[in-house]
């Protein structure tokens, strides 16, 4: 769920802060909810969750050589790799059009990287970011410090049965270009793996899973189809 749907159901006394006893017997661990540790759940831990789990997501794609450790350069490279008009930062105009709505902009990886609030990713957000997940301060994220971070989720956690985690992992998978969501041109890239497919009935599952109808699946929307009758392009 959203912060603003999680504090709806469990911030009794609207402070807007959730304590474990206002939590009660919930799906989600309430040590896995307070990312920061200070005894309460807020806004602000829902933010840094998400923005950890953004990072661990670019930094796995960032590992170029495959050693499961990221530096510095390897994610220079993947911001360059992304940058399509060459301007050194990543914003809504280095998503391909068919991903340039609402969601684009509010919903998917980008916002979660983008440190200093300026409506872009570039070098200095990543340098931040790795120098805050980089513990032992070497300047490369080791596989460790890495398996440290959560998967990212595009709205918040989900239940102890890791819904998030596993349909993460199937948007990471189609996602190309690493802005957390699955556009519609991506989506059909995947169908020339499948050369029997039926483009038709390829076409309408995009279309169905995308519940709020914006051109561009979430991590969310694929956890809430494929929990029916599987959600993926068809194999």
Known sequence: PSWDHFAQRHDADGNGMVTPDELGDARVP????????????????????????????????????????????ELEAWLAGRDR????????????????GERGRRGGMFPALDVDGDGAVDAADLAALMARYDADGDGTLTGE???????????????RHGHGARHGAFLEKLDADGDGVISRSEWDAALSRHPNADPQRHAARFTQLDSDGDGVLSAEELAAKRSRKGGGPRR
Not at 85 to 98: C, F, M, Q, T
Not at 145 to 159: D, I, K, Q, V, Y
């Open 145 to 159: 410090e890495l398996a440290a971070l959560p998967a990212f989720e595009r709205s918040g956690p989900r239940g």
């Open 30 to 73: 309430f040590e896995k909810l307070d990312f920061d540790g200070d005894g309460v759940v807020t806004a602000a831990d829902f933010a840094a969750r998400r923005t950890a789990g953004a990072f661990a997501f670019v930094a796995r794609r960032a590992d170029a050589d495959g050693d499961g450790a990221v530096t510095s350069q």
């Open 85 to 100: 008009n060459g301007d050194g930062k990543l914003d809504s105009a280095d998503l391909p059009e068919d991903a340039r």
